[in-house]
């Protein structure tokens, strides 16, 4: 099951290579003129159809990743909103310092005095809940296992999965006969084109995974997310997620519904397809829809801000004037080596990269704990200025200060988060400004400040690649990097397909090293070092066109394709004969009329 | 969407290694995820199958190129003209090998210094920072940049030294200015002499970039013939068939060495001090206008011989001036 941007790819390709296919009969020439007006004025049926098996994923599915989703988001915006504060604060501080005769400098001094421990507050708030959401993302539950690789039969198995390994191509026909205007035509042609997508993406994704989805689900996730960032970024004319969700939703500016039509249709056709004696009750499609709205507008949402400008000339120069001593640095110095702390590491020993995926991109290097780090360094350098103002003012030193500079962050125990630090009153006077203005604590004040602000940018990107390595939003920018860059080009391997790895959740940023479960199989027809965009053509002349040209004919002699792919490339959907964990498995290819 | 479709089946993208997830021997511990920065002195391949510069190679590899690096000029450091007083914009490249995937928020610093060899106290021209993501391939060029703006004085001399390092707080630059040695740190010259009037007479510093007082040997020469043709091709010049003659002398003009195709001085500086001396240069014949060469000033901590510390070019060019 391949993701957003493939499948809108392969649709906007499909419908290309139809107008393109050198038609003489004119049986074809008709249907495909039809089909042609009701792309042009249901484009967003079309595309709704292109994204059926995510409309059933999310209908099927208890909600848990869509509910996680949000609270990332709701972290994301919150954690940019801090950052951004920070950035007011910092230029405040630096501009009133700088200049304390100015007109505006003593109420910009005083405000950013004020914000920057509503700042710290704010931040200080955030602690339990990006501990909870890291802990809650960090098990991957919301990714369930495959009925399949539960041995559960076919008649248990939830709606998403039936409808990619069992009938898959009889629906796509029922729907085409059953469609009855533009709209649902069009929507028909959609799920044709999904249909095809997912026969040729998904042999794509078993290759580079290393197996099916149902044995590497956390794996398939990531590669299937990298995968659309790949395509999105080489095919710039695709929608983005947003755009996706903008052109697929119908009803009111309140309330977003599947159109009666569509949800018909597929009533319909499900039962046309399926005896529905002998599966669960056909889902709810409404609210699928709206999950399914909801989750491409949310993962839409999470942008990096820019990186933190550096402190005012007059700053700098006096920061780094001398090279023999640079500013100070708040960030605790024995970090662990993902930056986080309690690892002991002296700096210094840093290690250069490597080209392949290895334990620097394993579940325990991808953490969000150094916007844990951050929030603690954030409380204890607002007290330490809340402590030594007022010495500051009066041109002293404040021994706090040099104290906070000289300690070990994680050497004392942290603060309890039901402790909000307290907002106290540090307004200052012109004259104490003008005093403050020339003490070298100040400067390092100033220091500390763009250090926290770097700090904080860089937990904001740990952050986004932790709910990236975790399966929720797309890599987007970070596909170069070896852990997602292994899924964009298909490697050479003869030994497919591998059996589930133990320990998955620590492993999955591998490619599989677990036996190879037979009796073997060929992954896709894809040549070794084939890119993501060799499937999507693929979809359109292999499986697209064919099968509209069959429908469009009334002839039936193409088969159900297995469409996670999960026995390899143009495999039709399957039925094990006792457990899958029998080795070999006994695979019994399913008749056109099997469920 | 524009898509090859002969393309189609028949990728040939580089092949992927495997790494397996190893069933019998997971190490699942925290990997190391911190930046790996450096200033790249060779921001491509030197010969087929090198890998452009992580910063590993420190101290810089000297002799000949393409394999030997002139430290004095680091293709890292790029600027618009210079001129004493007016704007002046430096852009320098980071690169980030570190592990994992974040993306490092380094700063990056640059300085600026009269002709020195060795460097005690440049001078503060600017700091930016910079997004530097990992790029964890050494085989793949690449690399983000910073660029910042200033003006040197007007008082300044026509020639000077840029130096530059980059910094993150989990990979620190040292604090001892080493171009040579440490990986965030590197220099560029903007000197560069005609042959108009003979002899040539370049003053410049040698300087302890020390906290300790040190005994250095101060050696001057001309690039080889090898380096300095690869050097010419890289300024888009030809290299000049002369033999310069070398000596060195003092800050009152008392010559230190003979007058010889390589000087050496041997020389004791206090902790951050610096002195001036010239270095008087004669050419055996005059350079043709598309002609250059090079002398390089090495500066060598005394007691690892081996071991350069600071460096300074002096470029010759033929004079070019309309008659």
Redesign the interface.
């Known amino acids: 099951m391949i993701d957003y941007h493939a499948h809108t790819l392969a649709l906007e390709e499909a419908s290309k290579t139809l107008a393109a296919a050198p038609f003489t009969d004119a049986a074809l020439l008709s249907a495909r003129n039809e089909i042609q007006i009701d792309l042009s004025v249901a484009n967003g049926h079309a595309m709704l159809g292109a994204l059926v098996d995510h409309l059933f994923a999310h209908a099927v599915s208890d909600g848990s990743e869509l509910a996680l989703l949000n609270r990332a988001a709701d972290l994301w915006d919150r954690g940019v909103a801090l950052y951004n504060d920070l950035g007011s604060v910092r230029d405040r501080f630096e501009s009133s310092l700088a200049a304390p005769g100015d007109p505006d400098a003593l109420s910009q001094f005083n405000t950013a005095a004020f914000d920057v421990q509503l700042f710290a507050q704010k931040a200080y708030a955030m602690q339990a809940e990006v501990i909870g959401l890291r802990d809650d993302v960090s098990s991957l539950k919301y990714l369930t296992t495959h009925p399949r690789q539960l041995d559960e039969p076919a008649n248990s198995w939830d709606w998403s999965s039936l409808l990619l390994g069992r009938r898959t191509d009889a629906l796509v026909r029922n729907l085409s006969r059953l469609a009855h205007d533009s709209g649902t035509r069009a929507f028909a042609f959609g799920a044709l084109a999904s249909y095809g997508a997912n026969a040729a993406g998904s042999a794509y994704l078993g290759a580079v995974v290393g197996g099916p989805r149902r044995s590497h689900r956390f794996r398939d996730r990531i590669a299937r997310n990298t995968i659309g960032s790949w395509l999105s970024r080489k095919y710039l004319t695709t929608p983005s997620p947003g755009k996706i969700a903008k052109i697929v939703r119908f009803g009111g500016p309140n309330r977003a519904v599947l159109p009666s039509g569509v949800e018909q249709l597929l009533k319909d056709a499900l039962k046309a397809t399926f005896d529905l004696s002998r599966t669960p009750e056909p889902p709810n499609l409404q609210r699928g829809y709206r999950r399914m709205l909801r989750h491409l507008q949310l993962i839409d949402g999470f942008s990096r801000p820019p990186v933190p400008a550096p402190p005012q000339s007059v700053w700098l120069a006096k920061l780094y004037g001398d090279p023999s001593n640079p500013p100070p640095s708040l960030r605790p110095q024995d970090v662990g080596l993902s930056g986080d702390p309690g690892g002991g590491v002296s700096l210094g020993s840093n290690s250069s990269g490597n080209p392949a995926p290895s334990q620097s991109d394993n579940e325990k290097s991808s953490t969000i704990c150094g916007i844990i780090v951050a929030i603690l360094i954030i409380i204890d350098l607002i007290q330490a200025f809340v402590q030594c103002i007022v010495q500051w003012a009066k041109k002293q030193t404040c021994t706090f200060w040099d104290n906070m500079l000289l300690k070990k962050l994680w050497e004392k125990d942290p603060p309890d988060p039901r402790d909000q630090p307290p907002t106290t009153d540090v307004t200052a006077s012109s004259s104490e400004l003008t005093a403050m203005a020339s003490n070298d604590q100040v400067t390092q004040l100033i220091a500390c400040l763009f250090d926290i602000h770097m700090q904080i940018w860089e937990a904001l990107d740990r952050a986004y690649h932790f709910l990236t390595f975790h399966g929720l939003i797309y890599p987007q920018s970070l596909i170069n990097v070896p852990v997602y860059s292994q899924f964009t080009s298909v490697p050479a391997t003869s030994q497919w397909p591998r059996r589930p790895v133990s320990d998955p959740v620590n492993r999955y940023h591998l490619y599989p090293g677990s036996p190879l479960e037979h009796p073997a199989a060929a992954p896709s027809g894809f040549p070794v070092g084939a890119n993501p965009d060799a499937f999507v053509p693929l979809a359109a002349s292999r499986f697209i066109l064919p099968l509209w040209e069959q429908i469009a004919r009334g002839e039936t002699d193409t088969q159900n394709l297995d469409l996670d792919a999960d026995r390899g490339f143009l495999h039709p959907c399957w039925a094990t004969g006792k457990s899958i964990n029998e080795d070999p498995v006994n695979v019994r290819t399913l008749d056109y009329g099997d469920q | ?3 090859n ?1 002969e ?17 019998s021997a ?11 920065l450096c200033i790249p002195y060779w921001e491509t391949s030197r010969f087929a199958g090198d890998p452009v510069d ?3 190679i420190r101290p810089l590899p000297t002799g000949p190129l393409p394999t030997g690096v002139i430290s004095w000029e680091c293709p890292g450091i790029q600027t618009t003209p210079y001129l004493p007083g007016q704007e002046l914009q430096v852009t320098v490249d980071v690169r980030n ?9 380094a ?1 990056v ?1 640059v ?1 600026w210094a009269v002709p020195t060899v060795g ?1 005690a ?2 001078s ?1 021209f ?6 530097a ?8 060029p690449g690399f983000a940049s910073a660029t910042m703006s200033g003006v040197i004085p007007v008082t300044a001399p026509n020639h000077i030294c840029l130096l530059a ?1 980059v ?1 993150h ?5 040292n ?3 080493d171009p040579i040695g440490d990986r965030h740190w590197a220099q560029r010259n903007l000197i560069a002499v005609s042959t108009k009037t003979s002899p040539i007479i370049i003053p410049f510093f040698a300087a302890n970039p020390f ?1 300790t007082e040190e005994l250095f040997e101060l050696r001057v020469r001309a690039l080889d013939r090898r380096t300095l043709e690869l050097f010419a091709l890289r300024m888009k010049f030809e290299p000049g068939e002369v033999q310069p003659r070398l000596r060195l002398v003092d800050g009152l003009a008392r010559p230190m060495t003979d007058q010889t195709s390589e000087a050496r001085l041997r020389l004791a500086l206090g902790s ?1 001090r610096q002195r001036q001396y010239s270095l008087m240069l004669d050419l055996d014949r005059q350079l043709a206008p598309y002609q250059l060469t090079a002398i390089e000033v090495v500066l060598y901590q005394s007691k690892n011989r081996e071991r350069p510390v600071g460096s300074l070019g002096i470029v010759v060019r033929g004079d070019d001036a309309e008659a």
């Open positions: 969407m524009e898509i479709r393309a189609i089946m028949q990728s040939t993208t580089h092949h992927q290694t495997l790494t397996h997830s190893g069933e997971p190490d699942d511990r925290p990997g190391d995820t911190r930046p790996y992580i910063g590993q090998s570190g592990q994992g995937s974040a993306t490092a928020i700063t610093v300085y460097f106290k440049p503060f600017g700091a930016t920072t910079v997004a993501p990992t790029m964890r391939d050494p085989m793949v390092y910094t707080s989990l990979d620190k630059a604090p001892v200015a906290d951050h």
